[in-house]
């Protein structure tokens, strides 16, 4: 009998063990299980706010006091603005007892012309003492970069060029400073180049430009008697635009302004009137803004303001014999805007600040010339309709909130307190970024 029971009780704790075993096994498994499904949840989550940022949303979906539900778990997603046009996604996921919480960093960069600032197809060359620095109008006026004594300096600039690049004497690049492919970049040794200086791994297209077909006008001047002329908004074409000596001439958007030949005398003075709309200004033949001219624009946003010049050949020789370029740019103020010539030769006088970029065939930065690259024109145009562009992906560190920390289903424990957890889709913030701690 004895023997019997001492059999009994050796069979009934190998087999408790046994069953210790196999629930710890499925134990084991269920978390895995929960796991692997939060981790397909967060990158949900994911998915849904990349869709929201490229939608115009913020990229913020659900809360963490309010997630939003996927499947059989839920969510959130919060996006962060680093600068630059890029975000930083993180997707919090939970399901059953499984917790993940993932990041994804995207890029909405432009494809632009005017992405790659201040740019020249075939060579660009600074002359001395010029300087390019950059800002972000969508965060308010142009401010005089601070420069740290012995710490890093702002590198948001660009400059750059398809084949060679030509930094002068006591130049200042407060950013990128790149060559083309096959081109090779000449910097004088007080210059200074704050970011990249490695060449482009491919050239840069410069596109033509598509001149839209308007009513021909004619011509157009501004005289003594008439010293302020205004081109209503509107979609116009016109042989000759010409501002005097003494006058003025405003062109008021929203526009669309087709043109052979502008012109621009000293003293004259011509106004970029965006308070209503964005102006469109294509030059086809000769864009001269003489010497002791004046340009002004009424908005920062260089979106603002598009000049495209179609030029590309030598006008006939002056009354002196000298051949007029098909860009002139001798004027004095400050131009909020883009300018693209990809046909002709352009030069910046040191008279002439520009606010946003310029791309040319041949780029020439005068001796002096002070330039601002706004870094709003990195980010991608909802007219561009291009996608944002995937820069990194990593598992983060799980949140330290309240509900990352129960130990059992989150989803069925929101139900049975009776709150309406929304799907993923309908649980997108609009407006705003809720920056992560």
Known sequence: ????????????????????????????????????RAFYVAEAGLAEAYYGVVTGRSGNV???????????????????????????????????????TLALVIERTSRSVASLGFFGDHWL???????VDSYDSSEGRYALPILPVGGPLPDGARVGSNQDLTIGQGCKVLGDARPGPAGILVRDGSAVVAGSTSPYELSNEMPPIEVPTFE??????????RPIGTIAAGEKAYDTIRVTTGTTL?????????????????????????????????????????PGSLVSTSSQDPRSVSILVTASVVKDQDRNGTPDLPVIL????????????????VSLPSTLQ????????????????KLHFDTSLLEASEEEGALPRLVGWRLVELPNVPVVKLRYDALRSLLQQGVDVKLGSTAHFDIGVLDTP
């Not at 839920?74 to 680093?82: L, M, N, S, Y």
Request: with cysteine; proline share 2%.
């Open 1 to 36: 009998m004895l023997a019997a029971l001492l059999v009994v009780f050796a069979v009934s704790t190998l087999t408790m063990i046994h069953i210790q075993l196999d629930l710890s096994k499925a134990h084991e498994q269920r978390g895995a299980v929960d796991t692997k």
């Open 62 to 100: 659900g809360t963490e006091d309010e997630p939003a539900r996927f499947a059989n778990g839920i969510f959130w997603t919060t996006a962060k603005e680093e600068g630059l046009g890029r975000v930083t996604l993180t997707s919090t996921g939970m399901c059953g007892a499984g917790r993940a």
């Open 125 to 131: 060359v600074m002359e001395a003492d010029a300087t």
């Open 216 to 225: 021909n006008l004619g011509a157009i001047a501004t005289t003594l008697l």
């Open 250 to 290: 405003t062109i008021k958007g929203p526009a669309r302004v087709v043109v052979s030949d502008l012109v621009v005398d000293a003293l004259g003075q011509l106004v970029f009137d965006t308070t209503n709309g964005p102006i469109e200004l294509y030059v086809t033949d000769w864009l001269a803004w003489l």
């Open 330 to 345: 001798g004027a004095s103020g400050s131009l909020h805007g883009t300018l693209y010539a990809p046909q002709a030769g």
């Open 354 to 369: 520009v606010f946003g970029a310029v791309g040319a065939k041949y780029l020439l930065v005068k001796a002096g010339a």
